[in-house]
């Protein structure tokens, strides 16, 4: 099956813009989907398809994507963002996440 | 709203069994596919299985094809997960998780607080 490769680790200063990556074959053929996680809790969708939040996801957060890559971009990063963020898509009859990124913000 | 609560992890041996439970509740149960996804004490998430709506379809990630197998009871509103010839690298908290479609693995949109299963002598 495939893989999605995700950089292990990124930094933001409060009130800037991140964008964490998602790099896989899948995404040529699926959109990502994202998830957030904070310490001792369960994921959280935030991200699917073209670009949709699900309800209750502040407008803050975006999704693109582009050949092998998909971005979700967080624009005015918060406090409350420092969490661990998946990304997966499907592949075949299969599931696929990416190793994850850890979010922190300065 | 959507509530999925697992049950049955604790602690078992190497070559043991266990059975997982997940009670669905705040949708129609029976009309959404529904996954097993893992975590491992400090790693990421790794995608377990999934069961078509109606029971018709299983598909299972390598690391565990022959070794676990998930199924449904949609008169009860409860999925499973039953493990067998457990491994060390099993060890993890395992979620049950909402599928947004029907059929095939699409998107998972909700997701329990999952259940610890530690194998371990």
């Known amino acids: 099956s495939s893989e999605l490769t995700q950089d292990p680790a990124v930094s933001v200063a409060l009130g800037q813009t991140v964008r964490i990556t998602c790099q896989g074959d899948?995404?040529?053929?699926?959109?990502a989907t994202w998830y957030q996680q904070k310490p001792g809790q369960a994921p959280v969708l935030v991200m699917y398809g073209k670009n949709n939040r699900p309800s209750g996801i502040p407008d803050r957060f975006s999704g693109s994507s582009s050949g092998n890559t998909a971005s979700l971009t967080i624009t005015g990063a918060q406090a409350e963002d420092e969490a661990d963020y998946y990304c997966?898509?499907?592949?075949?009859?299969?599931?696929?996440f990416g190793g994850g990124t850890k979010l922190t913000v300065l | 709203q959507v509530q999925l609560v697992e049950s049955g992890g604790g602690v078992v041996q190497p070559g043991g069994s266990l059975r997982l439970s997940c009670a669905a509740s705040?949708?129609?149960?029976?009309?959404?596919?529904m996954h097993w996804v893992r975590q491992a004490p400090g790693k990421g998430l790794e995608w377990v299985a999934f069961i078509r709506y109606d029971g018709s379809n299983k598909y299972y990630a390598d690391s565990v094809k022959g070794r676990f197998t998930i199924s449904r009871d949609n008169s009860k509103n409860t999925l499973y997960l039953q493990m067998i010839s457990l491994r060390a690298e099993d060890t993890a908290v395992y979620y049950c998780?909402?599928?947004?479609?029907?059929?095939?693995?699409?998107?998972?949109?909700?997701w329990g607080q999952g259940t610890l299963v530690t194998v371990s002598s």
């Open positions: 705040g949708f129609t149960f029976s009309s959404y596919g």
């Open positions: 998780a909402k599928d947004k479609d029907q059929q095939l693995p699409s998107l998972v949109d909700y």
């Open positions: 899948s995404l040529r053929s699926y959109y």
């Open positions: 997966n898509s499907r592949d075949s009859s299969h599931l696929v």
